[in-house]
């Protein structure tokens, strides 16, 4: 790899975890990730996109499979007059879902997607000020998520601010390799059909034939309702990343084919890492409406070419002097794509 120089950046304070697994995911609410053994925050300069050059980062499409996200420019239907709030739930899902849909598709060149789930985040940062806080479950928002349907894409937090959620302060990967796999098999009954080729192959190939299993990846598709001025998420350069200090764990995930209407879905959470001064952070600095980042959550083929990044970590730094700005306002979908080949 070539080295990496460093455009204008800012100062923000990346949250670095040890879990603690004391705290089963089975007594955690639902998507609860585990407390904290171990919480050290790190001084991180925070490069933005927008002043990043090709020694940094590609920023076409490719960039997804290089440093593991791109940003694209994407004009939805619901900028124009600020309709993110005025659709019903499964209006808004018809609307919104199908045009995530596409877009994923023309970038990535895969055959189809599924959208697996979506938030909106439209509070300010104020329970993870406690880096010992987990969701447990039981609680109202535990609640609130368990009565989504479990054989449709699950939208939370789009019918006011209060059911809103917050930004994220841990570096974390929604998916582990592992977790994009069980996600395939176990999350729906429409993403197991959408995925079944694959997870055919994979069978066979388990079984010993020399089979190609196509490949299959996830992604979140991410952007502000309103133009970014506090907790913009920022995300990792995959190359820049030691494996070694990528953690881990479970939590809990509503299933329509499972027995007991959940499986554990595995993500990672981004240990304290020993050399910080080496992993390379990006956001995108004032980012608005139509400008969508998408960053990678678990791909196939990075187990077969480690030319190929698995995931970018990412979170909300914390950035001094953003106290007291509007709080953010974003939605996130996180969908799953099939190749056919």
């Not at 955690?28 to 001084?43: A, D, H, Q």
């Not at 895969?110 to 938030?119: E, K, L, P, T």
């Amino acid at each position: 790899m070539g080295s990496i120089g460093n455009p204008p950046s800012q100062k923000g304070f990346i949250r670095f975890t040890v879990p603690d697994n004391s705290i089963p995911p089975e007594e955690r609410g639902l998507f609860g990730i585990p407390g904290n053994k171990l919480v050290k925050e790190e001084e991180i300069d925070v490069i933005d996109y927008r002043n990043a050059t090709d020694e940094n980062v590609v920023k076409e499409p490719q960039g997804l499979d290089v440093q593991g996200f791109t940003y694209v420019e994407h004009f939805s239907s619901l900028i124009e007059g600020d309709k993110w709030f005025e659709l019903e739930g499964e209006e808004f899902e018809k609307v919104y879902f199908e045009e995530v849909k596409e877009l994923i598709c023309k970038v990535t060149g895969a055959s189809r997607a599924v959208v697996n789930n979506s938030g909106f985040r439209r509070k300010p940062v104020a329970l993870q000020n406690d880096p010992n806080w987990v969701h447990m479950k039981g609680t109202e928002l535990d609640k609130m998520l368990c009565a989504l349907p479990r054989d449709r894409a699950l939208l939370a937090g789009h019918g006011s601010v209060d059911s809103s959620l917050e930004p994220l302060r841990g570096a974390h990967i929604d998916y582990s390799q592992k977790g994009l796999r069980d996600t395939a098999r176990y999350c729906r009954k429409d993403i197991y059909a959408a995925a079944k080729k694959a997870l055919d192959a994979e069978d066979r190939l388990a079984a010993g034939e020399q089979v190609k299993v196509p490949r299959y990846a996830a992604y979140s598709v991410w952007r502000p309702t309103k133009t970014v001025k506090r907790d913009g998420l920022a995300v990792s350069d995959w190359r820049c990343l030691d494996e070694s200090e990528i953690e881990p764990f479970s939590y809990r995930s509503p299933s329509n084919v499972t027995e007991s209407g959940e499986f554990f879905r595995e993500g990672s959470m981004l240990l304290p890492p020993k050399k910080p001064e080496q992993q390379k952070w990006y956001t995108m600095t004032g980012q608005q409406p139509h400008e969508v980042l998408i960053l990678k959550l678990g791909d196939t083929a990075a187990d077969a070419d480690p030319g190929i990044a698995k995931a970018a970590a990412h979170c909300a730094p914390r950035i001094e002097g953003q106290e007291n700005e509007e709080a953010r306002s974003s939605v996130e979908c996180r969908v799953l794509v099939f190749w056919d080949e």
